[in-house]
């Protein structure tokens, strides 16, 4: 589930035993170095027309960050100066989660969800606007929606064109990730659209979430954060890969295991003082993929905070980060 809660209370017997230091794991690179607005959870990131990037996230009424070199980031506020009336009915703080933002047709395309913890009775909207800037969506709604009596959870959206056609996958816990074909006019799910399922894993609570499908080369690549965010220093956030050579899947890991049956290769997993790395998207800039996410910093009390790393493709196709 994707919900940023209250700040977490480290104990002093639990900061005694934290790294004084950053040890960065020989295997997984640190976050690149940033300044300025720094706390984010759930972030997509995309370079707009204008030059800027733009962060929105998970907290306030998806809150927003803006910056002119991808370096420092400066608070802008949230994308809505309120929320939708038809939020509250998945929640009684109109509190959206997990957004992402696109490009496509003229316009920048939202997407988020509104929901409650622990249950997926959840809708996932989206809004549109001509700069992308926080303070100019205009909403159009619900997109899809899953009530208690479903097998999959309508959250954690991410877009993907495909052969001229539109996807979104979402998903979190409930049996995993799962994937709809949209109207590529209004950008909401296909009356009667089969919900294809991508990713899950054999135990009970199945444990996987917040999907981001990126196409490189022939395949498409499903990233999703395993196991569990949002406790803090506590988290085991991480993030798993497969690909496919068509988008509905099946996706497989580099030892051919499908993510159906709980497969993955671990791209990016907590280290030093970057605990429960997740909360994925990738955006590309300039000819180049970056991977952005959420960490909890083991050196501040377990604040959420954004990293990002530059994606590189070995010559067998699958990332790395680096």
């Known amino acids: 589930m994707k919900r940023l809660g209250l700040a977490t209370v480290v104990t002093a017997a639990l900061i005694a035993l934290l790294p004084t230091t950053a040890q960065a794991d020989t295997t997984y690179p640190d976050p690149l170095p940033i300044t300025g607005r720094q706390i984010i959870h759930d972030p997509t990131v995309l370079r707009l027309k204008s030059g800027q990037y733009v962060a929105y996230s998970t907290g306030g009424v998806i809150g927003a960050r803006l910056s002119k070199d991808r370096k420092h980031w400066d608070d802008a506020g949230n994308a809505f100066a309120g929320p939708p009336s038809w939020w509250y009915e998945y929640n009684d703080t109109g509190d959206p989660w997990a957004p992402d933002i696109s490009y496509r047709a003229g316009r920048y395309w939202l997407y988020y969800a509104v929901s409650s913890w622990g249950t997926n009775h959840s809708a996932i909207g989206v809004a549109t606007s001509r700069s992308g800037l926080p303070g100019t969506w205009t909403d159009h709604g619900k997109v899809l929606t899953s009530e208690t009596t479903d097998t999959w959870n309508a959250i954690d959206p991410a877009i993907i064109q495909a052969d001229g056609r539109l996807w979104m996958s979402f998903g979190s816990y409930w049996t995993g990730i799962r994937m709809v074909e949209l109207d590529r006019r209004t950008g909401k799910a296909l009356t ?131």
């Not at 997740?278 to 996410?293: I, T």
């Open 192 to 322: 009667a659209a089969p919900v294809h399922h991508l990713a899950t894993r054999p135990d009970a609570p199945y444990a996987v979430e917040g999907p981001y499908i990126v196409r490189h080369g022939r395949h498409y690549y499903l990233f999703a954060s395993y196991d569990q965010c949002c406790q803090g220093v506590n988290s085991t956030y991480k993030i798993r890969v497969g690909r496919s050579t068509s988008v509905t899947g099946p996706y497989v890991d580099s030892e051919g295991r499908p993510m159906l049956e709980g497969g993955g290769d671990l791209l990016l997993e907590g280290h030093g003082q970057y605990v429960g790395t997740g909360g994925q998207s990738v955006f590309r800039d300039r000819s180049q993929d970056w991977l952005a996410y959420h960490y909890y910093d083991a050196r501040d009390e377990g604040t959420p905070k954004l990293g990002l790393n530059r994606l590189h493709w070995t010559r067998s196709g699958w990332p790395i980060v680096l």
